[in-house]
């Protein structure tokens, strides 16, 4: 059975469609998918979101709302992995912008042995339609940049789209502490000190308007998560043996070094703000 997390805060424009195309994706797909559900995830919204989730739900393609009161898209993914009873549990976004082609590959890499897969707007073959002005581009280099020396050899942390063999989602998002929009961060670093076979894909992502992430609101934020989540995770140290992770030029976890913490405490006012590949 696969369940399909869909964070959602005031999302009533944007989840309909998105519903509707995963209907049809699935009712395509149902041989090789099996049994889909997808878990909404309400994440206090004070729009429609929950009830337009409950009425597309469908014998074909249930659809399940999950209360999240917890402010953030990292506490609302958490609260729907921890929903999930499911074999394997995706996360998208609730703007459809990975196109679900990623879910077949991704399902196939899973039964081929991968513990994770996550979509990669960074590999070749990859097709990223991203409007960003420079200054912003500049604020995603520098948060890639120190998301990397988190998760080495992960060339996108922030895609919107992963999918996670469901015993070890549900083991991870227990101690999963990030709320914001870094909580990718932390859960890459979790999965791979428990030794988890990560695979990265490419995809073919657009960038839809009206996103709630806004760059001059939550960008020092994201900024900020991401030494949190370097200091919480420190003790993890290397990932248990026997298990490979994927990517060139792997390292366990470690915390952010005085060279990385410095520049981040100087930019945070100036460039965390650009922050917007999201």
Known sequence: MLHIVIPAYNEELRLPRTLRT?????????????????????????DGTAAIARAASTAALPVRVV??????????????????????????????????????????????????????????GSVADVRSCRTRAAGAALYRRIAGRLVAGIADTQCGFKVIRGDLARAVAEGLEARGFSFDVELLVRLRALGAHITEIPVTWTDVPGSTFQPARHGAGAFTELAAIAWRTRHLGAPIAGRATAGAGQRSPMPLPAPVALPVAIAVPVVASLLGDR
């Open 67 to 124: 209360a999240c009161s917890v402010r953030g898209k990292g506490a609302a993914v958490r609260a729907g992995l921890m929903a999930s009873d499911a074999d394997v549990v995706a996360f998208m976004d609730a703007d459809g912008a990975t196109d679900l082609e990623a879910l077949d590959e991704a399902m196939r890499r899973i039964r081929l042995g991968s513990d994770v897969v996550i979509g990669s707007r960074a590999l070749a």
């Open 22 to 46: 995963l209907r049809r994706f699935v009712a395509q797909r149902h041989s090789s998918l099996g049994r889909v559900e997808v878990l909404v995830v309400d994440n206090g919204s004070t």
